[in-house]
Every structure is written in structure tokens, then in C-alpha cells.
Nanobody, 121 residues
């Protein structure tokens, strides 16, 4: 059974940094592309970043390009999101996502309970 547990969220001031983690279990983590997505209050899910199974390829939404860095440690079955220079618009519930099958959309993938990030002074 796919199990994803996000952590690392919290309250941070604008311009600050946070590092989110997602520990995965129940599937061969190193075989899958993984995603970070977020949901701001009153809004739908928004894709943030994705990383290939071997870490060689990464993509970012325009809104976070140059500020966020996705990474993974396949030996630890863990996905990371380093968030730097955060802005109030980054306030959201952050989820890691594994698509249900190879090539499937992230939108109906497996995700954990999320970790809340609040950017405020």
C-alpha cells in the first residue's frame, strides 16, 4: 500500500527558508517520478515541481522557479523540497504525490496528509 508522509512545514517570515520532506513506503520509490503540489486556501491543487526517478531531470512551476529546489534520496525513500526566498503567496498545504501508474497524471495520484506552510511576518 502506497504511504506518503510529509513534514517540515511551519510558519516562516517572507524571505525565509523551509525544507519539506516526504517519506515514502509501500512501493519501489526509486522507480517513480515524484511531485510536489500545493493547495492554497480556497484554491485548487497547483503543481509545484517534479523530479525524475534518478534525480537527473527536474521541472518547476514558473511561480517557484529559482526559489525552490526539489531533490530525493532513493536510499532513504525520501523526497525533499527546499524552499528559499518564500513569499506570502507560497502559503499553502503542500503534498508529495506519486502518480498511480507510469505516465499518469499527478492530479489523481497518491498523496499524503500534507504539511502546512504559512508565510507571514
Amino acid at each position: 500500500q502506497v504511504h506518503l508522509v510529509e513534514s517540515g512545514g511551519g510558519l516562516v517570515q517572507p524571505g525565509g527558508s523551509l525544507r519539506l520532506s516526504c517519506v515514502a513506503s509501500g512501493f519501489p520509490f526509486s522507480n517513480y517520478w515524484m511531485y510536489w503540489v500545493r493547495q492554497a486556501p480556497g484554491k485548487g491543487l497547483e503543481w509545484v515541481s517534479r523530479i525524475s526517478s534518478g534525480s537527473s531531470i527536474t521541472y518547476y512551476a514558473d511561480s517557484v522557479e529559482g526559489r525552490f529546489t526539489i531533490s530525493r534520496d532513493n536510499a532513504k525513500n525520501t523526497l525533499y523540497l527546499q524552499m528559499d526566498s518564500v513569499e506570502p503567496d507560497d502559503t499553502a498545504l503542500y503534498y508529495c504525490v506519486r502518480p498511480k501508474s507510469f505516465g499518469a497524471s499527478w492530479e489523481d495520484g497518491y498523496r499524503g496528509q500534507g504539511t502546512q506552510v504559512t508565510v507571514s511576518s
